[in-house]
Nanobody, 127 residues
Framework: QVEVMESGGGLVQAGGSLRLSCTAS????????MGWFRQAPGKEREGVSC????????YYRDSVKGRFTISRDNAKNTMYLQMSSLKPEDTAMYYC????????????????????WGQGTQVAVSS
């Protein structure tokens, strides 16, 4: 049985930093395209970042480019999202997801391309 788990969320002041982690049981993250999504109250879930399974190419939504960094440690079966210069508009529930679709390309931010999801970790940024 596959289980995906996020951790690292919390409350931080604007301009601060957080590092989210994603681990999994029953699944080797290194064999999957891994993504981070977020959903704020009253809004749709949106893709934040993705890292490809084969060569580790990162993708980011425009609003987080230069502030967020995605990475993975296959030996630890863990993926990370380092978030810096956080803004109140980054406040959301953050989800980790795994996709077994070999080529995501421009669809990396489409939640329907992902097979496995975690329960989410809350990030709140105060102004």
């Amino acid at each position: 049985q596959v289980e995906v788990m996020e951790s690292g969320g919390g409350l931080v002041q604007a301009g601060g930093s957080l590092r989210l982690s994603c681990t999994a049981s029953g699944l080797s993250l290194g064999n999957y395209n891994m993504g981070w999504f977020r959903q704020a109250p009253g809004k749709e879930r949106e893709g934040v970042s993705c890292i490809t399974w084969n060569d580790g190419t990162p993708y980011y939504r425009d609003s987080v480019k230069g502030r967020f960094t995605i990475s993975r440690d296959n030996a630890k079966n863990t993926m990370y999202l380092q978030m810096s210069s956080l803004k109140p508009e980054d406040t959301a529930m953050y989800y980790c997801a795994a996709s077994d679709h070999v080529l995501l390309g421009a669809n990396w931010g489409n939640q329907y391309e992902y097979n496995y999801w975690g329960q989410g970790t809350q990030v709140a940024v105060s102004s």
